[in-house]
Nanobody
Framework: EVQLVESGGGWVQPGGSLRLPCAAS????????MTWARQAPGKEREWVST????????AYAASVKGRFTISRDNAKNTVYLQLDNLKTEDTAMYYC???????????RGQGTQVTVSS
């Protein structure tokens, strides 16, 4: 059974940082791209970032490029999202997602809440 467990969320002031780990199990982790997405209250879910199975070719939404960094540790079956220079508009539930080799969504975690406010 595929499991994705996010953690690391919380409250932070504007300009602050958080690091979100997502622990994965139930599949051969390094074979699959992994994605972070987010959903703010009253808004649709938004793609944030994706990284290939070998950690190559990280991609970012324009709204987070230069502030967020995706990485993965295949030895620990964990993908990370480093959030720096946070803004109030980054407030959302952040989800870890497993993708097929074709890029389609196959599994999503339960999410971790990030709140940015002063």
């Amino acid at each position: 059974e595929v499991q994705l467990v996010e953690s690391g969320g919380g409250w932070v002031q504007p300009g602050g940082s958080l690091r979100l780990p997502c622990a994965a199990s139930g599949f051969t982790f390094n074979n699959y791209p992994m994605t972070w997405a987010r959903q703010a209250p009253g808004k649709e879910r938004e793609w944030v970032s994706t990284v290939n199975g070998d950690g190559s070719r990280p991609a970012y939404a324009a709204s987070v490029k230069g502030r967020f960094t995706i990485s993965r540790d295949n030895a620990k079956n964990t993908v990370y999202l480093q959030l720096d220079n946070l803004k109030t508009e980054d407030t959302a539930m952040y989800y870890c997602e497993k993708r097929s080799v074709f890029g389609t969504l196959t599994n999503r975690g339960q999410g971790t809440q990030v709140t940015v406010s002063s």
